[in-house]
């Protein structure tokens, strides 16, 4: 069997000739390199028996040193940059190391969240997604999206601990921001999945809401304002016949 004949028969219940494989790291894959003797990511998952490949659209914009380096250590191309969505400064100016990571940490109306500078699926060129999984051959499994979360989005605009009293204090500003991050997603998520012209697989997303214990909110107020988000980005999926992969860390029974 080929790598994705492997994952795809284990995914609709089969038996396979082995089990397939999958690798996920967020840190330097230079001790991993070093370790298996591999020349580059490449090698590296092949030697893994690695059954995926991840594709991600090309980002328009320069990229910072931090975001330059992330890429070049990561062993998919599932990057995006850093800075999706900002602090006060933008969408542009975000990065984990830009030391004020809360942009609506202070706001009070919904308008302020809707004057913020969101991202514009524009900043990616998908002109490419087809011709890098073709150049996989079919050989595996083609994976599409990558960490791109909502709750844990609003976590970083708001604060987690605001965030978590906006559910019950201020859900209407958690709502404004919610929409806008899923708006924003669906009009990426159509133009990547169309730019694959139906050679992927699978669509990967996570959004870690929970802990070792169970939900970080009540399961009610998932329910309300974050799985009618879900839904909607994992039903454009399957409109172009792709399987949902969904990552949450924590407890979420």
């Known amino acids: 069997m080929t790598y ?17 494989a999958h690798f996920i790291n967020i840190d330097d894959i230079t001790p991993y390199l070093a370790y298996y003797k591999a020349a580059d ?17 090309d980002y328009r914009k320069e990229l910072s040193e931090a975001e330059a380096n992330r890429l070049s250590t990561g062993l998919y191309e599932d990057f995006k940059p850093l800075g999706l969505f900002g602090t006060s400064g933008g969408a542009d100016s975000y990065s984990i190391e830009s030391g004020n990571p809360m942009p609506f940490y ?3 109306s919904t308008k302020e969240i809707d004057a913020y ?6 900043d990616w060129d998908f002109s490419r997604v087809a011709a890098k999984i073709d150049r996989y051959g079919n050989r595996y499994a083609i994976m599409l999206g990558s960490w791109n979360p909502i709750l844990d989005q609003v976590f970083d605009l708001f604060s987690m601990d605001k965030a978590l009293m906006y559910f019950y204090l201020r859900p209407d500003l958690l709502e404004a921001a919610i929409m806008r991050i899923e708006d924003f997603w669906l009009r990426f998520y159509k133009k990547y999945f169309a730019a694959a012209e139906g050679r992927a697989d699978i669509f990967s997303m996570g959004d870690d809401f929970a802990g070792q214990r169970g939900m ?7 329910r309300k304002y974050l799985k009618p ?7 454009l999926a399957k409109e172009f016949n792709l399987r949902v992969w969904f990552h949450s860390c924590g407890g979420i029974t």
């Open 117 to 122: 500078s969101w991202p514009d699926p524009d």
């Open 229 to 235: 988000s879900y839904k909607r980005i994992f039903c």
């Open 4 to 20: 994705r004949e492997r994952l795809l028969r284990v995914m609709n219940h089969e038996l396979p000739d082995e089990v397939p």
């Open 216 to 222: 970080l909110i009540a399961p009610g107020m998932w």
């Open 41 to 57: 990511k490449e090698e590296l998952a092949d030697k893994l028996g690695v059954c995926i490949r991840r594709i991600w659209p």
């Open 106 to 108: 202070r706001i009070e």
